[in-house]
């Protein structure tokens, strides 16, 4: 079974936050940390066979709502940090199926 990776983003719901430790005068006005949010029950591009595998799967990554939730700070651009997070949730799904 094969997945369209454009619409699967579509589902995806993004926020940005603080980043938290140190850093310059800079890191407690910006939000540059971004944190992705997948509702896996809710999702429409997944067939319900995908749905249960990516379940077992990543059952240890999953809140108790199948919420599937990633961080990621590791730039001080917002859109670098979207784009490195999309790109692990992408590599979590393949993985998972």
């Given at each position: 079974?094969?997945?369209?990776?454009?619409?699967?983003i579509?589902?995806?719901?993004?926020?940005?936050?603080?980043?938290?430790?140190s850093?310059?005068?800079?890191?407690?006005?910006?939000?540059?940390?971004?944190?992705?949010?997948?509702?896996?029950?809710?999702?429409?591009?997944l067939?319900?066979?995908?749905?249960?595998?990516?379940?077992?799967?990543?059952?240890?990554?999953?809140t108790?709502?199948l919420?599937?939730?990633?961080?990621?700070?590791?730039?001080?651009?917002?859109?670098?940090?979207?784009?490195?997070v999309?790109?692990r949730?992408?590599?979590?799904?393949?993985?998972?199926?």
């Amino acid at each position: 079974m094969i997945i369209n990776a454009d619409t699967l983003i579509k589902e995806l719901s993004f926020k940005a936050i603080r980043s938290s430790g140190s850093g310059g005068q800079h890191v407690n006005k910006v939000s540059s940390k971004i944190e992705l949010s997948f509702n896996l029950q809710g999702s429409l591009v997944l067939s319900d066979a995908q749905k249960e595998r990516l379940i077992v799967t990543l059952k240890n990554r999953l809140t108790k709502d199948l919420v599937l939730m990633l961080q990621c700070d590791e730039s001080r651009s917002q859109h670098k940090n979207k784009t490195l997070v999309t790109q692990r949730f992408l590599q979590l799904i393949k993985g998972g199926l």
